[in-house]
């Protein structure tokens, strides 16, 4: 937590700043399950204040990973320490506002979603490009290993063009329905047109106060169409993604954590034909428990100039002007909406 990293603070301290680290079951996936794991670890950061209004939030930073600067007054902590790094880890809104409280800084990692709806993410991304500031948004599976070698040429190798998508999430459309349609936008390419399907529900018990479970379709500017059906966390969770090749078929269950490839074989029943081999996949290794913490090497990178942000503000921007759209053509009708 000292050195001569980034000066560095920490503004909402709750589950994805320091809670989800205690949960035993995420710890067996996730070395860097939380942003409080990784500035204790990592070299390139100076973990030195916390910003929360809750006082048990405050006495967890004392106490339990020893933060010397802890107040629920932003201005405070921003005087003691002259923060080059913020992680903005409270849920959405004063985005634009916690910024312009930071003279001395350089770069953000904030949690998603920038906003409800494109609009607020645009104006906070705009604001900080203004302030010349960094913006790396933690749609973290972005900064996975694997996911990246898929990205960049590994599902083609794979599975070839993709033909077919089918994706289930849960928890609300700018919880979880941002994270997929962000993973989509990473893995396929950039979506056409944007479709609701049915009128979206409320999500009850969603983490984010009114959102909504929104079926939709999108189509590829590839051509593919992928449909993303939501699911009741209720039930058991899913963030879930299959993609069907021309030339094989890979899954992505477990929210992530099964990765599943399955090739074409020889058809059984016919002859002269193909089938995919789903019911012998060849399983790859997760790399998520790293994720988050190579999103901060990447900050890094970014804040001396060496690279640019792998998750910046203007792809966060446009995936959830996505999540707009779905509701803009649920509101007209379920109409088709060609999305720039
Ligand atoms: N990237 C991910 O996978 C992931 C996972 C979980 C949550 N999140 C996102 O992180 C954000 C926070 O979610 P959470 O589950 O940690 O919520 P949480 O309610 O557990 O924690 C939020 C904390 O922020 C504090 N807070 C609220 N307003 C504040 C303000 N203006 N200044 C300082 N602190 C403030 C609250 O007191 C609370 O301690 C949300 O945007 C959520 O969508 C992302």
């Known amino acids: 937590m000292t050195g001569n990293g980034l000066r560095t603070i920490v503004i909402g301290f709750g589950q994805i700043a320091q809670g989800l680290g205690e949960d035993g079951r995420m710890a067996k996936f996730f070395t860097y399950a939380t942003h409080a794991q990784v500035l204790r670890d990592h070299p390139g950061f100076q973990w030195l204040g916390v910003v929360d209004p809750s006082k048990e939030a405050q006495k967890a930073a004392r106490d339990v990973w020893n933060v010397a600067h802890v107040s629920e007054d932003l201005s405070k902590v921003a005087r003691e320490v002259e923060p080059e790094v913020a992680i903005i880890a409270a ?18 990692l904030v949690e998603k979603p920038l906003g409800y709806g494109g609009e607020e993410g645009r104006a906070f991304v705009d ?16 900064g996975d290993e694997l996911y990246q070698q898929l990205a960049q040429g590994g ?13 289930t999430y849960g928890n609300g459309l700018f919880n979880n329905g941002g994270h997929l349609v ?9 979506v056409d047109t944007v479709q609701a399907l049915d009128h979206p529900r409320p999500a009850e018990d969603a983490p984010l106060e009114g959102d909504v479970q929104a079926a939709f379709a999108l189509t590829l500017a590839g051509g593919a169409i992928v449909t993303v059906l939501p699911l009741d966390f209720g039930h058991y969770r899913e963030v879930g993604l299959d993609i069907w090749g021309e030339e094989g078929r890979l899954a992505l269950y477990q929210e992530s954590l099964g990765v599943f490839h399955y090739p074409l074989a020889g058809n059984r029943g016919l002859v002269n034909e193909m089938e995919i081999s789903s019911d012998k996949p060849q399983v790859l290794e997760p790399t998520v428990g ?7 090497d990447n900050l890094a990178e970014t804040v001396d ?7 910046p503000g203007d792809q966060a921007v446009h995936t959830e002007l996505i999540l707009e759209s779905v509701l803009n053509s649920a509101e007209s009708g379920c109409e088709r909406l060609h999305f720039q």
């Open 182 to 190: 962000d993973f989509i936008r990473m893995l396929l390419g950039e």
């Open 290 to 296: 790293g994720a988050l913490y190579r999103l901060y």
């Open 155 to 167: 599902l083609a190798e794979r599975i070839g063009r993709p033909q077919a998508v089918f994706a």
């Open 91 to 108: 849920p959405p809104g004063a985005r634009a506002e916690i910024v312009q409280q930071l003279p001395s800084l350089k770069a953000v």
């Open 127 to 142: 604001f900080c490009r203004q302030k010349n500031v960094h913006v790396q948004v933690n749609y973290w599976r972005r």
């Open 305 to 311: 100039g060496t690279a640019e942000p792998w998750s």
